[in-house]
């Protein structure tokens, strides 16, 4: 017994029974003979004779009532927030698609009655549309009155080819579209029949729908294909690679069918009859880069001229994926011994080749210019799918200028250098001092101070490069002995002296009583008043200078540490020698106490040993001598014997 018998009895026992089992098609489909989905934009109401229920515009009014509908794309806060919210419609990618919303009328009736005309006689048809019930689950106390529709295919005459009953559709927490549907064989030559759906529960606190995407598909045998060679239905191949595919058809659930294949290039939105490829195996062999889509329908031979008998395997995908457009960009100049750079694109991975064995997987690889890099280079730039192209470009590493700005000089203040610069092209001079500079190879310069001048060179082929000389600037030397100074005999002083330039040598004359003669600020010690010369020579032939420092040496005052003034003509008084050649000099006496008994400006009279015309009493007292502003001053102490 052929394979297709079970098939063909289904088919009898629906003509016979005019009833179908509740299920969709378990075999292949056609393209929908009928699709409604209510349009999109500004909504209107049905056709005439179409529904009993009355129209009430959405937008201008508001949700309907029981016994009305309305066709609309969106459905918010209808009776209270009972009804779940809709942002859109079932119908995918359909931006603005409408719907038809529907309120039960309180007596079950039919709402909805739809003529279909041009169907094919003695074809087997899927019938199929998504409801969504409205009803919020915890609306009407949890007690909604759930909706139950009948779906029927009738003749124009009455005859019944098939119904379903939903049952109960209960409410849900969110809003859920489920396909309800089933199968259905028309009738040798009847190819006009009608849809009808009724409303087998009463309206009130409940039953109430939304309604889309309403179809009518021929419904076959299942229609297999395959790619020879392939274990997917999905091919990729690249453009510049394009190769013939075998694609083949199978299925043993028709009587005598007629295979044609099919064409689309818009991702299935329409499908072309490829001429003369009524065969279950055809080659085909797009090159262009696109989206191909191919499958095989077939009908019954009675029916194969007519598009809406057929049914059609699912698609074979072949994508022909462009070939990359490989670009490759060069960084100039391209010079001897400066960075460069190969930059590629048109690709998602690469793979260079080049002089010298080079070979390189990065985009954009990076090099220090040799002229052995002189030469060819080609890009492989390989796509994202693998697909591959090659492109090429010529380099040639050109010579660099070869600056040299010269060896750096060494030159005294108020003098001048000679900068001369070699290399191949024009110069460029500057300093670090800002100067205005003369583009030409030699010339004299006179810097104030130590300069560093820079050299740019740029030759025929773009290639810049340079270098660097240092005038350094030896300032004449100057000399400051520092300010004459008074010392006591046998002291030292230290000469604050101060000196500049570079590369100096420095000494002092004479050179006796003086600690180093080498030394700026030197310590010298002379016994008489002595004058000393600073003298400062450059060593680079810079000049010289020299400065005087006198230094007065004074007597040193002879303080004794005892006297007797008891009125007997011997050491009745404290003389202090010397004193009188240090003008202004301040004598201070204390007693043990730190109390002052004695004080005298210029001491022309030497102590006699009293305090305010009183005899002190013999003991030991202390002074303090205060000789002249920044000179030393003498203290210790003092023996008054009675």
Known sequence: MRRY???????????????????????????????????????????????????????????????????????????????????????????????????ASVTPDDFFVYPVSGLCGGTTYEFSAWVATLLLASSCGGNGTDPNITFRIETNTGQVLGNYSTGSIPETPV??????????????????????????????????????????????????????????????????????????????????????????????????DIAGQENVTTTVQPTLPGLYLYRISAAERPNAGLSKCRVASAPITINIHPTPVPSIQVSTPLCNGKPWQLQASGGSTWAWTGPGGFSSSEQNPLFTG???????????????????????TTVQIRPGPAPFAGNDQTIC??????????GNGTFVWASSAGDQLPASPVFSVSPRDSTQYYLTVTNSFGCVDSDTVAIHVNQSPTADAGPDLTILEGDTARIRAKVSGAGIIVRWVPATFIVDDAQVEAAVFPPRNLTYK?????????????????????????????????????????????????????????????????????????????????????????????????????????????
């Open 5 to 103: 018998f079970c098939f063909a009895l289904l088919c009898l026992l629906l003509l016979i029974s005019a009833h179908t089992r509740a299920q969709l098609c378990n075999g292949s489909l056609g393209d929908p003979v009928v699709f409604i989905d209510f349009g999109k934009g500004t909504p209107a109401p049905l056709a005439a004779g179409v529904t009993t229920y009355t129209y009430q515009s959405y937008q201008q009014a508001s949700c309907p009532n029981d016994g009305l509908y309305t066709i609309t794309s969106t459905l918010f806060n209808c009776f209270g927030n009972s009804w779940h919210n809709l942002n859109e419609d079932h119908t995918p990618g359909d931006v603005n698609g409408n719907m038809m919303v529907v309120n």
């Open 175 to 272: 809003v859920q579209w489920k396909q309800y549907g089933f199968y259905f064989t028309t009738p040798a030559g009847v190819t006009d029949l009608v849809v009808r759906m009724t409303n087998n529960a009463p309206g009130g606190c409940g039953n109430d729908v939304a309604l889309d995407d309403i179809s009518f598909r021929p419904c076959g045998p299942q229609i297999s294909t395959s790619v020879t060679g392939a274990a997917s239905a999905v091919i990729d191949l690249c453009a510049e690679a394009p190769r013939p595919l075998e694609l083949n058809g199978n299925s043993g659930g028709f009587t005598d069918p007629v295979w044609q294949w099919q064409e689309s290039t818009d991702s299935g939105k329409t499908w072309t």
């Open 413 to 422: 203040a108020g003098s001048s250098a000679t900068l001369t610069g070699t």
């Open 370 to 392: 040799a002229f052995s890099q002189s030469g060819t280079y080609t890009l492989k730039a390989i796509s994202d799918k693998g697909c591959e192209a090659t492109t090429s």
């Open 534 to 642: 600073l003298d400062v020579n450059s060593v680079s032939g810079c000049g010289a200078a020299s400065d005087e420092v006198f230094i007065r040496v004074l007597n040193k005052p002879i303080v004794p540490n005892s006297f007797s003034p008891n009125g007997d003509g011997v050491n009745d008084r404290w003389v202090i020698e010397q004193l009188q050649n240090y003008t202004g000099a301040n004598i201070e006496v204390f007693n043990r106490y730190g109390q002052k008994v004695f004080s005298s400006r210029q001491y022309s009279t030497p102590w006699d040993g009293r305090m305010n015309g009183n005899p002190l009493p013999a003991g030991t007292y202390y002074y303090v001598i205060t000789l002249r502003p920044g000179m030393p001053v003498l203290s210790g102490w003092l023996l008054l014997v009675r």
